[in-house]
């Protein structure tokens, strides 16, 4: 019983202080924008959604961006296919019937072999 006391006093503390933080960093915030000359409420106006940002035309760099990200595309696309590839073949492998055992090459008997060379 004490254990559920202590971890729910832990919880509502966490949770507590949690608030409390979001609600001084709020008001930190606040006093830097008004420190800056802006007016918060007129910055995100409560109950209306942000305006849409015109559209700009893309630098020359996000085009060669998008362009080094489309090669990137394609080379994992080649990369995945070999794979696949590799893996139907070990796949296909593996179906086949066992190749037959290669027979034993019969030991050669003692007295057929050559005397060793005189050296003399």
Do not use: H
């Amino acid at each position: 019983m004490l254990l559920i006391l202590v971890v729910a006093l832990l919880a509502g503390c966490s949770i507590a202080g949690a608030w409390y933080g979001r609600l001084q960093e709020r008001a930190w915030w606040t006093r830097r924008l008004i420190e800056r000359g802006i007016n918060p409420n007129t910055l995100y106006p409560r109950g209306a959604g942000m305006p849409p940002a015109p559209l700009e035309p893309l630098d020359p760099s996000a085009d060669a961006m998008r362009d080094t990200m489309e090669d990137m595309a394609r080379e994992v696309e080649r990369l995945a296919e070999g794979q696949r590839f590799l893996t139907k073949v070990l796949t296909e492998k593996r179906a086949l019937p066992p190749e037959p055992p290669v027979p034993p090459v019969p030991p050669v008997p003692p007295d057929s072999r050559e005397p060793p060379a005189d050296t003399n």
